[in-house]
């Protein structure tokens, strides 16, 4: 079951609702900061009961010929919410990643380290870097800059047109 997400605005296009705009930020940017530009995306959607998609699959590929790959249902609960990072000698595992509180290292399939971020909510760390750029007198992020949100929200048009064809 979807849970408390399935309701409320979140099905309602109109109001920003639907699984990609609700997701597509933390997507497109842990892909970028881990594999590159992303040059090209195809993906697919379903639509229930709402003009909104319920779910999406997507696929990005990057500079250097890495792809990476993303699910999201308020259809259905997964059983890891997780990122999974695979690289060639090595493999990352972050659970609910959006929380950003644990972090996996596997090397050859054994457990080589442990991170541990604890934090109480959800957003802590994006909110205390949207303060310190207050603080600081900056008018936009120096991680995620204007240009890279216009651009992902571009990708979400792109998707749109195609799902909505």
């Known amino acids: 079951a979807g849970g408390g997400y399935a309701a409320g605005w979140n099905r309602m296009r109109e109001c920003g609702g639907g699984a990609l705009y609700g997701n597509e930020a933390y997507f497109f940017s842990m892909a970028e900061m ?15 009961d709402s003009d ?4 999406f699959a997507l696929t ?20 890891n919410n997780g990122m999974e990072i695979w690289m060639d000698k090595a493999h990352v595992s972050v659970p609910d990643y959006w929380k950003a509180r644990e972090a996996y290292i ?3 399939g054994e457990l080589v380290e442990t991170l541990s971020y604890p934090c109480n909510y959800e957003l802590m760390y994006e909110l205390q ?37």
């Not at 881990?34 to 379903?46: M, P, W």
């Not at 990005?60 to 059983?79: H, P, Y």
């Not at 008018?139 to 909505?164: G, M, Q």
Request: net charge negative.
């Open 106 to 108: 596997y090397q050859n």
């Open 129 to 165: 870097h949207f303060n310190e750029c207050i603080e600081m007198g900056l008018t936009e992020s120096p991680v995620i800059p204007v240009s890279a949100s216009i651009r992902h929200a571009e990708f979400c048009r792109k998707l749109y047109d195609e799902w909505e064809k």
């Open 34 to 48: 881990y594999g590159g530009k992303i040059l090209d995306l195809n993906g697919s959607a379903t639509y229930g």
């Open 60 to 79: 990005v590929t990057m500079e250097n010929n890495i792809l990476a790959t993303c699910a999201v249902s308020r259809k259905v609960q997964f059983d």
């Open 52 to 55: 909104a998609e319920n779910q």
